[in-house]
C-alpha cells in the first residue's frame, strides 16, 4: 500500500516516518518511537522541516536527522522539468556530490510529492544569499558540479529539441508582457538584443546538439547557495542540493548561471577562468571522452547566451522578487564581455 504525502511537513509523526523507512532502502521493518519537526521557510515551491527521530532499535544504520520537502501543488512545467522527486527516485549512485535520499514520493492523482533527505546541518553548511562564498568554496562547488556532470554524460537525443520547441512557445509568449512593463527602463539596444537572443535560441541549441559533443543532467538554478559547503574543508566535499530545475542539457549552462549570472564583472574578471580551469579538470578526470578546452569555452558563453530566459521566467513566476532584474543586468554585462554576440 502506497505510503501517503502529508499536508504538511507538521503533520509528519512516529507511524508515518516508520512506514516510509520500512518501505524504502531495503532496510527492513523500522519503527520509530519518538521524533520531533522543526518547520522552515518555505523553499521556493515545496514546505520543508527538518526531523529528528529516535529508533526503537538504535543499531539500526540510519541517520536519525532528516530533511524533508514536501509539495502539494504539481508542477505546471513538469514536461520541461521532471522535479526533485523525479530527480531523487532513480537509482542512487555512491560518490556523487549529493545528499543521501530515504524517500521519494509521488502521489499519482493529486501530484503531490515528498522527498525525504538525510540532515547535513552537523557536517555542511550554506552561505547566506547573496553574500557569494569564499573563493576555496566556490572551487569546491564548482569540482563537485563537474564530478556530477562527468558521471551522467551521455549523447544528446530527438527528445531535446521537441523539449527546447515547448521551451520556447512559453518564452514567445511570456516575452512580449516582458518588455511591455520594463518600457523605457531598457533602452531600444537591449530590448532588441532580448528579441534576437530568444529568436535563436533554439537554433543555437539544436546546433548544439547535433555537434555530437555529449550533454548530461544539469541542476537547472546551480548557483552557489544552492550548495552545502563541508564543515571540514580539508577532508569534505561540497553537496549539491535543490534539483527542482534538473533536466539533460548541455553543461555550460550550469556554470554560466554559476558564474556569469551571479557576478558582477570585477569579480569575474579575478576568479573567472580559474574557475573554470578548476571546473574542466575535474571534469576530464572523470569523463570519457574529456572536453577540450576550445569546446568548454564555446559552450560557457554558449550558456549564457541562453540562459536569457531565467530572468524571463523568474519576472513571469514572482515580478516582485528582486533578483530578476538583477540577473537581467548582470547577464548583459557579460554577454559583452564574453563577445557572445559572435555566438548569434
Not at 522539468?81 to 545528499?99: H, S
Not at 512557445?169 to 520594463?182: K, T
Not at 552557489?224 to 561540497?238: H, K, Q, S
Not at 556569469?260 to 578548476?278: C, F, G, N, T, V
Request: charged share 20%; aromatic share 10%; hydrophobic share 40%.
Amino acid at each position: 500500500m502506497p505510503v501517503s504525502i502529508p499536508c504538511s511537513p507538521l503533520d509528519i509523526d512516529a507511524e508515518w516516518l516508520s512506514n516510509v523507512l520500512s518501505s524504502h532502502g531495503g532496510h527492513g521493518p523500522v519503527r520509530v518511537k519518538d521524533l520531533s519537526v522543526t518547520s522552515c521557510t518555505k523553499w521556493n515551491v515545496a514546505d520543508t522541516a527538518f526531523v529528528k527521530a529516535q529508533f526503537v532499535d538504535p543499531t539500526l544504520e540510519l541517520p536519525g536527522e532528516f530533511f524533508v520537502k514536501i509539495r502539494q501543488d504539481p508542477d505546471p512545467l513538469s514536461n520541461l522539468f521532471p522535479g526533485e522527486q523525479a530527480f531523487y527516485a532513480t537509482k542512487p549512485v555512491t560518490g556523487l556530490p549529493l545528499a543521501m535520499c530515504l524517500a521519494s514520493l509521488v502521489n499519482p492523482s493529486s501530484g503531490a510529492t515528498c522527498v525525504l533527505l538525510e540532515d547535513l546541518s552537523a557536517t555542511h553548511v550554506a552561505t547566506p544569499w547573496p553574500m557569494p562564498p569564499t573563493l576555496p568554496r566556490c572551487h569546491m562547488a564548482v569540482r563537485s558540479l563537474a564530478t556530477f556532470h562527468a558521471h551522467w554524460a551521455q549523447s544528446a537525443t530527438e527528445d531535446l529539441n521537441k523539449r527546447e520547441h515547448t521551451l520556447d512557445q512559453h518564452i514567445s509568449e511570456m516575452l512580449p508582457s516582458f518588455l511591455d512593463e520594463l518600457g523605457d527602463r531598457l533602452p531600444v539596444d537591449r530590448a532588441a538584443l532580448l528579441t534576437k537572443v530568444c529568436e535563436r535560441i533554439p537554433t543555437l541549441k539544436a546546433d548544439r546538439y547535433r555537434s555530437g559533443r555529449p550533454v548530461t543532467r544539469i541542476h537547472g538554478d546551480a548557483h552557489f547557495w544552492n550548495v552545502l559547503y563541508p564543515r571540514d574543508e580539508e577532508r569534505g566535499i561540497a553537496v549539491l542540493i535543490d534539483w527542482e530545475d534538473w533536466r539533460v542539457d548541455f553543461t555550460g549552462l550550469d556554470l554560466a548561471l554559476m558564474i556569469a549570472m551571479h557576478w558582477y564583472p570585477q569579480r569575474r574578471a579575478l576568479h573567472e577562468i580559474d574557475l573554470l580551469k578548476s571546473y574542466l579538470q575535474a571534469y576530464n578526470a572523470c569523463a570519457t571522452p574529456v572536453m577540450s578546452w576550445d569546446d568548454f569555452w564555446h559552450d560557457y558563453r554558449l550558456g549564457h547566451v541562453c540562459n536569457v530566459v531565467v530572468p524571463i521566467f523568474q519576472h513571469s513566476t514572482d515580478s516582485k522578487h528582486a533578483s530578476w532584474w538583477s540577473h537581467l543586468e548582470r547577464w548583459f554585462l557579460a554577454f559583452e564581455d564574453l563577445n557572445c554576440r559572435e555566438l548569434l
